[in-house]
């Protein structure tokens, strides 16, 4: 009788401890997979484009933008403009190494120009890039050929993408900011003759161009 007892007891020892060893491994193996789960389901962290590049501020501007460290920037006026009005001021830049290399005097360039004017005459928007259109072709060209797009940048601008204004350009953006007429273009080439848009250099570059859109704001 006492070993029959002792045995039972025995049996329901082994058995609880293969049922604490089996639940046990269970639950582990569930909490292995559920961490490879959140391990897979978690993205990846994606490179910021823009994280070593230069940053342009000018306060009497009012805008600031970033662009590649290896890229030239030049700002510099028209006319009779001064550092105090600072009307017809452009931003000029350009990417060294496009087009040939090692080339020297007339080579094509990649660039983005922003333009900054003040609008004395308070014109609208649509207004003013037909005065701006008509000034380029002298009166003798066709707007109704121009297309107009509305476009947001990445920072909540609201400009207006115009196609087919003779200036050597792929395309502008106009807005207007504080009464002042923002153009931001760009265009690659030589003498106002434009490489081919779908060309891989291009094509790069204008996603670069993109990127630095992306970051582009006014400072008040």
């Not at 107009?148 to 204004?165: H, R």
């Not at 106009?174 to 434009?194: D, E, S």
């Amino acid at each position: 009788m006492y070993n029959s007892i002792v045995n039972s007891k025995i049996f329901i020892a082994l058995l609880l401890g293969f049922l604490v060893v089996g639940i046990g491994t269970y639950f582990l193996g569930k909490n292995q997979a559920n961490q490879a789960k959140i391990a897979q389901s978690s993205p990846t962290p994606t490179p910021n484009p823009t994280a070593d590049w230069k940053t342009y501020t000018d306060s009497a501007l009012a805008a600031s933008f970033q662009y590649p460290s290896s890229w030239v920037l030049n700002p510099g006026r028209y006319g009779i403009s001064t550092p105090t009005t600072k009307d017809g001021w452009y931003i000029y830049l350009s990417d060294p190494n496009y087009g040939v290399s090692g080339c020297r005097g007339d080579c094509p360039v990649f660039n983005v120009t922003v333009f900054v004017y003040n609008n004395d005459q308070n014109l609208d928007l649509v207004s003013y890039i037909k005065k701006d259109f008509n000034s380029i072709t002298g009166g003798a060209g066709d707007f109704s050929q121009v297309k107009l797009e509305n476009t947001v940048l990445a920072t909540d601008l609201s400009f207006t993408k115009v196609t087919g204004i003779p200036r050597g350009t792929y395309y502008e953006l106009y807005t207007l900011h504080n009464n002042r007429v923002y153009i931001i273009a760009v265009g690659a080439g030589i003498h106002g003759m434009r490489d081919d848009i779908n060309g891989a250099k291009v094509k790069e570059n204008l996603v670069i161009f993109d990127q630095i859109l992306s970051t582009f704001k006014f400072t008040n």
